[in-house]
């Protein structure tokens, strides 16, 4: 259908690695490159990233994994995930009881799914493998692009048998796609070609991972110590405390706490401050993780920071495109980061489509030279890609603006009686 294009993807996250997989779907010749190196391979792999972060995959990111062209992707993706029908609240009663209260999120009872990031990353890149017309250039660092000379520039950062890296080489392409992440290189570079509208804001909250093991096999009959179909949450009106199944029996868990919140617990080396602080704010997770664990990964995990993007537009000429987090990075809270990533593929390949078919059906009948088709597709792509931005902007910023609005949500607005009577009278 689509006239055979030179794509360049920058980023092997999940939405480059899909973009790819839709890209290559459509016969193009498709270049995947990754600042970090395989994330399948150990042996190479940084330690900081193989650090599971538990997302939660809902019906929009899996809707675009659906359409992406690999009937097998989606069994793939779905036999590594854990349904969760609801959050379950965990607090305490004014007479001490601890108490767990589930709050479904679909009246029919359907579910979002526990997914390890880490994890489905691995699957795409098993499935995109497995074309010939995509090839991976892992440690490989985009430096430079021209976006109206549609070349690009990238740092060999680690070469097999090579004592030094540093290598730099120039690559030509049709479209590139920016799929590199918040602090997204391909979204700088094409600022410098096109008026855009950028703000970035950092919310006072870092995060930081814990884990509750699973249960030994003295325990109980189930691997899970708390229910495997919940997002778990516990409520702390300015912080709160998140914990995601894992297939193993484990739960990945969050602390999201204010920056200062952070800074008067670094300061207790002995760790009594920080197990008091968990008693206090998230009743019961002391019985789940001990003192001790909570203590050592406080001090060994990175406290990270959360930031949320919007720019505008998301395209420059034919030549490029941003989407997932380059595009519109936003705090995790609405738990569709990835998921609107996701979708930004799907989006933007539909309109790459449609408007391929349109000049299809308009084209005179007969051939066409050689340069006139080049130029005729790149015209094509210039006018879809400019659809994409006008269609996609409106919906990115207002997920980004529901995400932040659903940190108060998450963290105070489910232990108020307003909140919990609203509930009630709508599943009554
Ligand atoms: P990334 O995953 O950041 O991938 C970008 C890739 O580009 C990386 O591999 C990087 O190495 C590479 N790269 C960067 N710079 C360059 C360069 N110069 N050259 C070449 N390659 C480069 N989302 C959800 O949908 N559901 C959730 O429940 C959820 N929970 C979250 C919880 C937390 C605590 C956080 C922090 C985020 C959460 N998210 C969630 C958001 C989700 O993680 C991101 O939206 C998603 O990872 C974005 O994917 P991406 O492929 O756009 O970017």
């Known amino acids: 259908m689509a006239q055979r294009q030179k794509v360049v993807v920058v980023g092997a996250g999940p939405v480059g690695s899909l973009a790819a997989l839709y890209a290559a779907n459509r016969g193009h010749d498709v270049e995947v490159y990754e600042l970090r190196s395989d994330l399948r391979d150990p042996s190479t792999t940084p330690l900081n990233f193989t650090?599971?972060?538990?997302?939660?995959?809902?019906?929009?990111?899996?809707?675009?994994?659906?359409?992406?062209?690999?009937?097998?992707?989606?069994?793939?993706?779905?036999?590594?995930?854990?349904p969760m029908r609801g959050r379950m609240i965990h607090g305490k009663r004014p007479n001490g009881d601890l108490y767990e209260e589930s709050q479904d999120y679909d009246v029919h009872?359907?579910?979002?799914?526990?997914?390890?990031?880490?994890?489905?990353?691995?699957?795409?890149?098993?499935?995109?493998?497995?074309?010939?017309?995509v090839t991976f250039f892992f440690?490989?660092?985009?430096?430079?692009?021209?976006?109206?000379?549609n070349k690009a520039w990238f740092e060999v950062r680690k070469e097999a048998g090579a004592e030094q890296s540093g290598r730099e080489i120039e690559v030509g392409f049709d479209l590139m796609i920016g799929a590199d992440g918040a602090h997204s290189a391909?979204?700088?570079?094409?600022?410098?070609?096109?008026?855009?509208?950028?703000?970035?804001?950092?919310?006072?909250?870092?995060w930081c991972e814990f884990q509750i093991q699973p249960q030994s096999p003295q325990g109980g009959m189930s691997k899970f110590k708390i229910s495997p179909n919940h997002l778990h949450i516990w409520p702390g009106r300015e912080f709160m405390f998140i914990a995601i199944p894992s297939e193993d029996g484990s739960f990945t868990c969050t602390l999201f706490a204010p920056a200062a919140v952070y800074e008067q617990l670094e300061a207790d080396t002995q760790g009594g401050q920080i197990s008091k602080f968990f008693d206090r704010s998230f009743p019961g997770v002391t019985s789940l993780i001990p003192a001790s664990e909570l203590v050592a990964s406080f001090h060994q995990n990175p406290h990270l920071p959360l930031i949320n993007?919007?720019?505008?537009?998301?395209?420059?000429s034919s030549s490029v495109v941003i989407l997932g987090d380059a595009a519109h990075a936003m705090v995790p809270f609405y738990g569709q980061g990835m998921n609107a990533g996701l979708?930004?593929?799907?989006?933007?390949?539909?309109?790459?489509?449609k408007h391929a078919l349109m000049d299809a059906a308009s084209a005179p009948e007969g051939e066409i030279g050689f340069s006139a088709a080049a130029n005729s597709a790149a015209s094509q792509r210039e006018r879809a890609l400019a659809e994409y931005t006008a269609v996609r902007i409106p919906d990115a910023h207002a997920i980004n603006d529901l995400a932040l609005q659903n940190y108060i949500e998450m963290r105070a607005s489910v232990l108020s009686p307003v909140y919990r009577l609203r509930k009630f009278l709508e599943e009554s």
Do not use: W
């Open 109 to 133: 009872g359907r579910s979002i799914l526990a997914i390890d990031r880490g994890g489905l990353n691995k699957r795409l890149l098993d499935i995109l493998e497995e074309i010939p017309n």
């Open 139 to 149: 440690n490989h660092k985009l430096t430079g692009a021209d976006f109206r000379r």
């Open 343 to 353: 979708e930004d593929v799907r989006i933007l390949f539909g309109i790459l489509d």
């Open 51 to 82: 650090r599971s972060i538990n997302l939660a995959l809902s019906e929009r990111g899996l809707n675009a994994m659906r359409n992406a062209g690999q009937p097998k992707l989606i069994d793939h993706v779905m036999a590594a995930t854990l």
């Open 309 to 316: 993007i919007k720019c505008k537009p998301h395209h420059y």
């Open 186 to 206: 391909v979204r700088y570079h094409m600022m410098k070609y096109t008026r855009m509208d950028y703000k970035q804001e950092y919310i006072d909250t870092l």
